[in-house]
C-alpha cells in the first residue's frame, strides 16, 4: 500500500450556488460536474457517514482546483444543523486520501485507531461510477471523516466534461 496524495477536500455548505462561485471567483476553480441528480438519504448516509437520522444530501459538486486536492461542496439538510466550526474547534467535513489498494489501506488506517462507517468499501456512484472505483468513510480517534478513494478505471463523469480531476499518475510499485 502506498499514500498516492489528497484526492479531494469535502466542505458541507449552505448554499452550493454561492460556494460554487466564491472558488471559482476566489481561486479560479473549474466548476466540473454535480456527484447526484437528486437527493439522496436513508440508513446508508445515515450510518454510512455516520449523521443524524433523517440527514439528505441535496447535492454533491466537484470543483477542479490548480494541481492540488479537487474540491467537493455538499448541501446536507437535517435538523439541527450546526454553523461552521471557528478555527480553534477540531475537526474537517473530510479529507479524502488516494490509495492503490483500498482494502491494505483501511486495514492500516484501522490499525491506526480510525472506525470504518458503513461496511468497508463501496462503489463510487453516478459520475464517479467505473470499474474498480471505490471508497469508504471512516472516523479518526478524534471523530474527524476521513475518506479513502481509489479508481483504476474511466468515471463516468469523462463522457460530460473534457476536465479531469486532479489524479495520481500510476505507482511504480
Known sequence: MSI?????????????????????NAFDAIYMYDIIDSPIGGEWIEEGLGVPEGTTIQSIRVLRLGNGPNIELFDYSTAGQQAAALPCDLGYQHVAIFVDD??????KLERA???ILGGGAHDL?????GEGCQF????????STIELVTY?????????????????????K
Do not use: M, N
Open 4 to 24: 498516492r496524495g489528497i484526492e479531494h477536500i469535502g466542505i458541507t455548505v449552505p448554499d452550493i450556488k454561492q460556494a460554487t462561485e466564491f472558488f471559482v
Open 136 to 143: 469508504l468513510y471512516a472516523k479518526t480517534p478524534w471523530g
Open 102 to 107: 483500498i482494502a491494505a489501506a483501511s486495514e
Open 113 to 115: 485507531g480510525a472506525r
Open 125 to 129: 456512484p453516478g459520475a464517479e461510477a
Open 152 to 172: 483504476s478505471s474511466l468515471q463516468a463523469y469523462h463522457a460530460v466534461t473534457t476536465f479531469r480531476k486532479w489524479t495520481p499518475e500510476p505507482s511504480s
